[in-house]
Each structure stands twice: as structure tokens, then as C-alpha cells.
Antibody, heavy 122, light 107 residues
Framework: QLQLQESGPGLVKPSETLSLTCSVS?????????WVWLRQPPGKGLEWIAS???????YYNPSLKSRATISIDTSKNQFSLRVNFISAADTALYYCVRSRGIPQEDWNFDLWGRGTLVTVSS | EIVLTQSPGTLSLSPGEGASLSCRAS???????LAWYQQKPGQAPRLLIYGASNRATGIPDRFSGSGSGTDFTLTISRLEPEDFVLYFCQQYDTKPLTFGGGTKVEI
């Protein structure tokens, strides 16, 4: 059974770069899904950050103003997120998730990691 | 971007009662690309409904979705104790993909 597991630093200083990795186990990342990062600030709703297909086609939420970069490493069965110029507003629980499929009708999320909490503080 | 407004913010009901949760979009979702998720405390959300009215795998039939255009509803026909948690809607009609603020169903 496919599983997703996030890994990351937990605590990041303001203005630094956040790097997160999602490891995919129990199946191949080179399958017809989008691999996605979402986040949820404490006590708030969910925000879509970015999506990527196994061929590298990617999409971003403009709200992050080009600070985010999503990438995929098919040799390691992982995908990653980098966010530059981190601030307190980026403090959130970050989830890696999988879309139900590639067509737009499948851009909802049926498989989730447990999430990793990122706190931005000096 | 499409803003999703969920109402009410909190719904107070009793087990066995029915629940009706609303999700209103700031512009029409032309293809009913609307999903609902359930989130229990300390857990990741779980997909309940996609395409406005299709139940995801393993979801009990007491959960149903309806609506079109700008107005969508999640209905829980008979609340079980484990249903008293948080629910979100999500639109995937237009990028950026967006989520509603959530409705908490409480006892």
C-alpha cells in the first residue's frame, strides 16, 4: 500500500530556506498522479502550495510569490519543496499528498502523509 | 482566485441527527470540481466526496454531496459519534486550488 512520509527540519530561522522531502513507499512515483504540497497554519484552513508530475511539469500557488520550488527525484522515489525567505507567516503543518490522477477532474487528494510541523523562529 | 466560504462555522447537533454543511464559491465551478474532506484531531484530512457528489473509496453512504454552480452541500444523514469533527471543501475548477475555512460539527 502506497504511503507518504514527510521529513524536514522542524525549526527554521526567519529569512532562511525551508527544505522538505516526501518519501513515497509501497509504489512508484513514476505513475499517473500529481504529487502535491499543502500546508495548514495552526488553527487555520489548508493552502495549496505546488504540484508536480513525474515528468517534472509543475504548478504553483502565486501567493508564495515565486519563493517556492517543487522538484521530483524518480531515482529516490521522492519529491521535495523548497521555500525561500521564510517568515513567521510560513509556520504551518506541511503535508505531502497525492492527487487522484492527472486529469483536472482528479485534482483532489486521496492519499496524505501525516504532516510535518515547521516553526519559523529565531 | 476562487474563495470558498463555509457555513456555519460550527454546527451543534446530537448523534443520530442529520447535518447539512454549506460551501459557497465566489464564482461558478463550471464542472462541479468540488471535494469535501473530513479532519479528525491530530490527523491528516480524509477525502469524502469528489466531483461534488461522488463518494470516495470506503466512505459510508450516510455521507452525500450535492450542488452546482456556486452552492454546494455536504449532508450527513445520521451522525455517528466519530462524525463530530472538522470538514473542509476544496475547489479544483481553477488554479490556484483553494480550500474553505472549515465547519466544525460538535455535540
Amino acid at each position: 500500500q502506497l504511503q507518504l512520509q514527510e521529513s524536514g527540519p522542524g525549526l527554521v530561522k526567519p529569512s532562511e530556506t525551508l527544505s522538505l522531502t516526501c518519501s513515497v513507499s509501497g509504489g512508484s512515483i513514476t505513475s499517473n498522479y500529481y504529487w502535491v504540497w499543502l500546508r495548514q497554519p495552526p488553527g487555520k484552513g489548508l493552502e495549496w502550495i505546488a504540484s508536480i508530475g513525474y515528468s517534472g511539469n509543475d504548478y504553483y500557488n502565486p501567493s508564495l510569490k515565486s519563493r517556492a520550488t517543487i522538484s521530483i527525484d524518480t531515482s529516490k522515489n521522492q519529491f521535495s519543496l523548497r521555500v525561500n525567505f521564510i517568515s513567521a507567516a510560513d509556520t504551518a503543518l506541511y503535508y505531502c499528498v497525492r492527487s487522484r490522477g492527472i486529469p483536472q477532474e482528479d485534482w483532489n487528494f486521496d492519499l496524505w502523509g501525516r504532516g510535518t510541523l515547521v516553526t519559523v523562529s529565531s | 482566485e476562487i474563495v470558498l466560504t463555509q457555513s456555519p462555522g460550527t454546527l451543534s447537533l446530537s448523534p443520530g441527527e442529520g447535518a447539512s454543511l454549506s460551501c459557497r464559491a465566489s464564482q461558478s465551478l463550471s464542472s462541479r470540481y468540488l471535494a469535501w474532506y473530513q479532519q479528525k484531531p491530530g490527523q491528516a484530512p480524509r477525502l469524502l466526496i469528489y466531483g461534488a457528489s461522488n463518494r470516495a473509496t470506503g466512505i459510508p453512504d450516510r455521507f452525500s454531496g450535492s450542488g452546482s454552480g456556486t452552492d454546494f452541500t455536504l449532508t450527513i444523514s445520521r451522525l455517528e459519534p466519530e462524525d463530530f469533527v472538522l470538514y473542509f471543501c476544496q475547489q479544483y475548477d481553477t488554479k490556484p486550488l483553494t480550500f474553505g475555512g472549515g465547519t466544525k460539527v460538535e455535540i
